[in-house]
């Protein structure tokens, strides 16, 4: 079935420091959106991309659609210990159809 | 306005008990999402409903797994008899289907803990 790969599966950074993390597949995906899931809650929209080569930003975060369609970056600048969680990938194929969620990175930010 | 709303927070039951566990997604929202998250498998879509209407359950793994949506406002997923292995973070989620893209944007609610034991 289709599957997305995240990388890395954890991070350990210090506080202020950049963060890049990469979701990537074997199939192509239409759309590809970004999700953080903070301890005992569900997973929130960071960011969505529609068109490959987009690059879309939401305050210290930046999101790129790859341009073959099949991979896509997020990047976290300035970490801060609220950006503790796990983030997802998650795409899909056409419009309407269900989304397929990586496995997740979980992100540590040292004070 | 309030988000998707899961209840229960956390459920302890035991193994060949039925478990219920209850959903209201956001108003407006036409489709919703049941997923289940463990670590070994991550997280996984049970079902969905458009307009109250189940449209792909494929993901439910047994016939153990239930779920309706009687009205706009209320989604059940039902388990019965429980199993030590059901042990997962369920979540519920909502979005608007409006048309392209949009119903990708799903909002999840805060989760059921359930425990088997």
């Known amino acids: 079935g289709q599957q997305l790969n995240q990388s890395p599966q954890s991070m350990f950074i210090q506080e202020g420091e950049d963060v890049s993390m990469n979701c990537t597949s074997s199939?192509?995906?239409?759309?590809w959106l970004w999700y953080k899931q903070d301890p005992g809650e569900g997973p929130v929209l960071l960011i969505a991309?529609?068109?490959?080569?987009e690059l879309t930003s939401n305050g210290r975060l930046t999101a790129q659609f790859g341009i073959t369609r099949k991979d896509s970056f997020l990047n976290i600048s300035a970490s801060i210990p609220s950006d503790v969680g796990i983030y997802f990938c998650a795409g899909s194929k056409t419009s309407g159809s269900r989304l397929t969620f990586g496995e997740g990175t979980q992100l540590t930010v040292n004070p | 306005d309030a988000g998707v709303i899961q209840s229960p927070r956390h459920e302890v039951t035991e193994m060949g008990q039925e478990v219920t566990l209850r959903c209201k997604p956001i108003?407006?929202?036409?489709?919703l999402f049941w997923y289940r998250q463990t670590m070994m498998r991550g997280l996984e879509l049970l079902i969905y409903?458009?307009?109250?209407?189940?449209?792909?359950d494929s993901g439910m793994p047994e016939d153990r797994f239930s779920a309706k949506m009687p009205n706009a406002s209320f989604s059940t997923l039902k388990i019965q008899p429980s199993e030590p292995r059901d042990s997962a973070v369920y979540f519920c989620?909502?979005?608007?289907?409006?048309?392209?893209?949009?119903?990708?944007?799903?909002?999840f609610g805060s989760g059921t803990q359930l425990s088997v034991l």
């Open positions: 108003s407006g929202h036409d489709y």
């Open positions: 989620a909502s979005s608007l289907g409006a048309g392209g893209f949009t119903n990708e944007k799903l909002f």
């Open positions: 409903f458009n307009n109250n209407v189940p449209i792909d």
């Open positions: 199939s192509i995906f239409n759309t």
């Open positions: 991309l529609y068109k490959a080569g």
